[in-house]
């Protein structure tokens, strides 16, 4: 199978194009470098992988790589943590609307013209923003009240383009939603939006990432957005990316969506607690409580019983893992000067 990936330089890009490789797909990846800049990845002189240094947004340059790829999936957007969906709020609805538009233009321009099978969407936890049910499944975000975040509303946006493309041109897809993808890859944004978190500058606004920074540069108290009672379940970017590739090269997932996502639900201040105690040992823990943003979600769990009964997908990677991988990365790039 011969797959165009956008935004193919991101963060979970990454961990698909290597996925892919992997199993013995071709990969042509497109971004524009916005987010990050220049970068390397282990896998740029396979043979089986070319890149495109491009803007989405162009149709006609979409179409092209589209030609004769077999499924196409959309993951370039603006995105980012929970201060940036707060700052960029018109940003990320307008643009993010530009991307998706020329994404599904190209997608059912090749599935008429060519033989472009399938188009996979990257969705989000988010469209459940406003959900009371947990755990919450597939088919709930039509139910609940609409996201409040313009991130979260373009998110469910994308999902509509993904109903309208087929009511209207026969497009099969597939939607993805991901729940708290942790990972590495992740760097300081190349457009140079900072925040300031205590005597900390970030420049992530991921929860993980970000209190393993400010862990790992001795913020103490390790300052923690509200209460810390927020419940989230973390899932690796590997484990993430087995599962887009699953539903890939499946039949059975034509048309449907699936929340890829470990089950297990975690509070921020365990998750922030059991990163001090990897970073500190046994130095007691400490934290403050700052101000939070308006959409900080309270509450995000998702029943992933789909996914492992159609796909035979299950997230198996345990937080402890994760955090391992995290800090150990974040530790290498601070000394190399990179955060």
């Known amino acids: 199978m011969k797959v165009l990936i956008t935004g193919s330089a991101g963060f979970l890009g990454g961990y698909l194009v290597e996925e892919l490789l992997n199993a013995g797909h071709e990969v042509v990846g497109i971004d524009n470098l916005s987010k990050y800049g220049e970068v390397t990845k282990s896998y740029d002189g396979n043979a089986r992988y070319s890149f495109v240094r491009a803007d989405c947004k162009d149709t006609g340059q979409l179409k092209e790589l589209a030609a004769d790829c077999d499924q196409l999936v959309a993951i370039a957007a603006m995105i980012g943590g929970i201060s940036y969906f707060h700052k960029f709020a018109y940003d990320l609805l307008a643009e993010n609307e530009r991307i998706i538009a020329s994404t599904f233009d190209a997608a059912i321009w090749a599935h008429h013209e060519r033989s472009l099978s399938r188009i996979i969407v990257m969705s989000s936890s988010m469209v459940f923003e406003n959900t009371t049910k947990y755990p919450s499944a597939e088919g709930e975000q039509f139910t609940c009240p609409p996201p409040s975040s313009t991130y979260g509303f373009q998110k469910l946006a994308c999902e509509y383009f993904a109903k309208g493309a087929w009511e209207q041109y026969k497009l099969p897809y597939t939607i993805i939603r991901p729940f708290n993808c942790v990972g590495i890859g992740e760097k300081r944004a190349a457009r140079?939006?900072?925040?300031?978190?205590?005597?900390?500058?970030?420049?992530?606004?991921?929860?993980?990432?970000?209190?393993?920074?400010?862990?790992?540069?001795?913020?103490?108290?390790?300052?923690?957005?509200?209460?810390?009672?927020?419940?989230?379940?973390?899932?690796?970017?590997?484990?993430?990316?087995?599962?887009?590739?699953?539903?890939?090269?499946?039949?059975?997932?034509?048309?449907?969506?699936?929340n890829l996502s470990s089950?297990?639900?975690?509070?921020?201040?365990?998750?922030?607690?059991?990163?001090?105690?990897?970073?500190?040992?046994?130095?007691?823990?400490?934290?403050?409580?700052?101000?939070?943003?308006?959409y900080d979600v309270q509450k995000r769990v998702p029943d992933?019983?789909?996914?492992?009964?159609?796909?035979?997908?299950?997230?198996?990677?345990?937080?402890?893992?994760?955090?391992d991988e995290v800090i150990g990365w974040i530790k290498a790039e601070l000394e190399t000067g990179t955060f």
């Open 192 to 258: 140079g939006d900072r925040i300031l978190t205590g005597n900390i500058e970030l420049a992530l606004s991921h929860v993980v990432p970000d209190l393993v920074l400010k862990t790992l540069k001795g913020q103490d108290p390790l300052e923690i957005l509200g209460s810390g009672n927020q419940i989230r379940c973390y899932t690796y970017g590997g484990d993430l990316a087995r599962g887009i590739r699953l539903a890939m090269e499946s039949e059975a997932a034509v048309n449907e969506d699936f």
């Open 263 to 294: 089950p297990i639900s975690t509070t921020v201040l365990e998750l922030a607690e059991m990163i001090w105690k990897k970073v500190h040992g046994s130095k007691p823990f400490r934290y403050a409580s700052v101000k939070p943003y308006p």
């Open 304 to 323: 992933v019983s789909k996914a492992r009964q159609v796909l035979g997908f299950e997230a198996d990677t345990t937080l402890d893992q994760m955090l």
